[in-house]
C-alpha cells in the first residue's frame, strides 16, 4: 500500500499566462514587475526572444521578474533566429507580434515543435500583410506595418491562433475583430484590460483598437491548473490522500478537468475564492475518492484540452469505462497524445481503445495497475508527468524515460510530489 499523499501543494505561476504577461510588459512604456512567473523551459523561450527585441528582463528571485518594455511599435530587429525550443505558445504569439512590425524574424524549434503545424496561425496573419515563409518550423515571419485590420472566425478554437491575432492587432492601426466559434481560454483579453488596451468582449466577438499605448504592471500570475492536475489526480487515485493545493487558477475556461474529475465522484472542494490580477483564484482541496467512468463530451475539449493525459490516468483506477470524444487535437501536441498515452496505459496494464478522436479507457475500479512497463513519452512533459502520477498505484513500478522533459513547464513536479510524501 502506497504511502497516501498529505501536505499543502506547490504549483509554478500558469505557464499560459506567464507568457502573455512578459510579452504585454514588453510593449509597454516603463517597467513592470511581475510574481510568480513560471520559469519552465517555455516561457524562456520567450523571455530570450523578447530581449532580442530590445526589452530588458531581468529575474529579481522567487518567481519575481522586473521587465523595462519598448512600447508599442517600438520593437527591434532582432539579430539571431529565435530558438522557440519545444515551446509552441512562443513560436505563435511571437509570429503574431512580429506580423504588424516592420521586422522579420526567422523561427526555430526542437523536433516536436517543427511537426507541429503553424498554418493555423499563419493563414490569418498573412490576411493583414504578413509575409510567411512556411506553415512548419523552420519559417520566418516578415511583418507589416502599418498592418491591415481585418475580421476573422476561428473556425477551429484556439487561444494561441486568437491571441496572435490579438498581439498583432496591438500595431494595426483601426479595429481588428476576432470571432469565436466555441470560447477558449480568455488570458489575453483578461490582461490586455490591466494593461489599458481598448478591448470589447461581447460573447463571441472580440474586437481590439490597435496603435495604442499599454500601460506598465505591477503583476501577480494565478497558479498553474495544468500543473495541479497531476497532483489533484495523484491525491484521488492513492488511498488516504488529503492535500490543499493553494492559489489555482479558476479561469472558467480551464477547469474543464475538475469538473469532469467531480462527475467522476472526485472529492475536490475550491475555497478561497478571489481574484489576482484580473484572473479568478482558489484554493483547491482534493481527498482520495472512489471514481467511476463517464463520457466526456466533445464540447468540453477546449477547456481541458492540456489535462486528458491526466485525466485517462484518473480513468485507469476509475470503475467501468470513460470515453473521451473530439480529441482530434491531441495528435498535434508536443506528441500524439493519443497514441501516446493508449500506448503508455496499454503497457502498464490497462484495456483501451483507440480511434482517430476518441479514447475509451476501462479502468481497475480502484485496484492498483499492474505496472512493470517502461514508458517513453516521446520527450512530451504532459505524459511524462501522468504516468509517473500513475506509478504511485501500481503493484509494479512504471519507469519513465528523459523525465527531464518536464522543465518545460513544471520544474518543480518531483519536489512537489516530495513534499507530499510520495516514494
Partial sequence: MPRPLRGIAQIPGDKSISHRALILAALAVGRSRI?????????????AALRAMGARIE??????????????????????????????????????????????????????????????????????????????????????APAIPTRYRLEIPSAQVKSALLLAALNTPGV????????????????????????????????????????????????????????????????????RILGVGVNPARIGLFETLGAMGGDLVFSNQREVSNEPVADLAVRHSALCGVDVPPEIAPRMIDEYPVLFIAAAF????????????????????????????????VAVEESEDRLAVTGSGGAPLPGGASIDPAGDHRIAMSFAVAGLRAKEPI?????????????????????????
Avoid: Y
Avoid at 36 to 45: I, P
Avoid at 83 to 89: K, L, P, V
Fill in 318 to 349: 476509475a470503475r467501468g469505462v470513460t470515453r473521451a470524444a473530439g480529441l482530434a487535437e491531441l495528435r498535434l501536441k508536443e506528441s500524439d497524445r493519443i497514441a501516446g498515452m493508449a500506448a503508455g496505459l496499454r503497457a502498464a496494464g
Fill in 176 to 243: 481588428t475583430e476576432v470571432i469565436e466559434s466555441a470560447p477558449t481560454r480568455d488570458h489575453l483579453e483578461r490582461m490586455l484590460r490591466l494593461f489599458g488596451a481598448d478591448i470589447e468582449c461581447d460573447g463571441a466577438r472580440i474586437a481590439l483598437r490597435g496603435e495604442a499605448g499599454l500601460a506598465p504592471q505591477d503583476l501577480t500570475i494565478a497558479g498553474d491548473a495544468s500543473a495541479a492536475a497531476f497532483l489533484a489526480v495523484a491525491a484521488l487515485v492513492v488511498p488516504g490522500s488529503e492535500i
Fill in 399 to 423: 519507469g519513465v524515460a528523459g523525465m527531464h522533459c518536464v522543465q518545460t513547464s513544471f520544474p518543480g513536479f518531483q519536489s512537489a510530489l516530495d513534499a507530499l510524501g510520495a516514494p
Fill in 35 to 47: 510574481a510568480g512567473l513560471n520559469e519552465g523551459g517555455d516561457v524562456h523561450s520567450t523571455i
Fill in 59 to 144: 529575474s529579481q528571485g522567487d518567481g519575481a521578474w522586473a521587465v523595462d518594455g519598448v512600447g508599442v511599435g517600438g520593437l527591434l530587429q532582432p539579430r539571431a533566429p529565435f530558438d522557440c525550443g519545444n515551446s509552441g505558445t512562443s513560436a505563435r504569439l511571437l509570429m503574431g507580434l512580429i506580423a504588424s512590425h516592420p521586422t522579420s524574424a526567422s523561427f526555430a524549434g526542437d523536433a516536436s515543435l517543427s511537426r507541429r503545424p503553424m498554418g493555423r496561425v499563419a493563414a490569418p496573419l498573412r490576411r493583414i500583410g504578413a509575409r510567411i515563409s512556411g506553415d512548419f518550423l523552420p519559417l520566418t515571419v516578415r511583418g507589416l
